[in-house]
């Protein structure tokens, strides 16, 4: 069965950088689009970007673009999002997400199952 | 950026009420509207895409309606299980956007 499982739990200073993993299995990788979600707590979801595991191509949300990176492991067949200048807002869960068909639909039908990323001085 | 607004943010029903949550694009996104339900400390789980297209192995108590600007996702025999958050979701072009979640709680 679909499964994507992130790493675990980062507690981070203010202005360092997170790397966060999302291993998937039970499919063809290449075929479908993993997003990130975020959600902060309490409140709710906020769409960050896509990487197309096939082509390493990647979307932004203009919001954090610049401080954004997803990533793919061809190697480990992994992505990655590794957000940089951490503030305190980022304080968030942070969620892998598989696109719901092969290509890009921009729905979310398999979720990793979130990593809490707490910035904190 | 096209504003997702909900409504209500929360209600309170009980166990077989027939639910109903709207939710309103800031411009037209044709049948680009995704319903996701969330329970406490877990991740969302796909409910209806494309409008109202029942995701595989969700309840058909479950459905959505809409197109262009106003959308609806009923659940018609409310049980206990439903009780969570309820957030819309377009998919018509980034960024891609969320409504602000609807909290179903029992009355």
């Known amino acids: 069965q679909v499964q994507l499982v992130q790493s675990g739990a980062e507690v981070k200073k203010p202005g360092a950088s997170v790397k966060v993993s999302c291993k998937p299995s039970?499919?063809?990788?290449?075929?479908?689009?993993i997003h990130w979600v975020r959600q902060a707590p309490g409140q709710g979801l906020e769409w960050m970007g896509w990487i197309n595991p096939y082509s390493g191509g990647t979307k932004y949300a203009q919001k954090i673009q610049g401080r954004v990176t997803v990533t793919w492991d061809m190697s480990i067949s992994a992505a990655y999002m590794e957000l940089s200048r951490l503030r305190s807002d980022d304080t968030a869960v942070y969620y892998c997400a598989r696109d719901l068909v092969g290509g890009l639909y921009n729905s979310f039908e398999y979720w990793g199952q979130g990593t809490l990323v707490t910035v904190s001085s | 950026d096209i504003q997702m607004t909900q409504s209500p943010s929360s209600l309170s029903a009980s166990v077989g009420d027939r639910v109903t949550i709207t939710c309103r694009a800031s411009?037209?996104?044709?049948?680009?509207l995704n319903w996701y339900q969330q329970k406490s400390g877990k991740a969302p789980k796909l409910l209806i895409y494309a409008a109202s297209s029942l995701q595989g192995g969700v309840p058909s108590r479950f459905s959505g309606s809409g197109s262009g600007t106003d959308f609806t996702l009923t659940v018609s025999g409310l049980q206990p299980e439903d009780f969570a958050t309820y957030y819309c979701q377009q998919s018509y072009t980034s960024p891609l956007t969320f409504g602000g979640g609807t909290k179903v709680e029992i009355k």
């Open positions: 039970g499919y063809t990788f290449n075929s479908y689009y």
């Open positions: 411009q037209s996104i044709r049948t680009y």
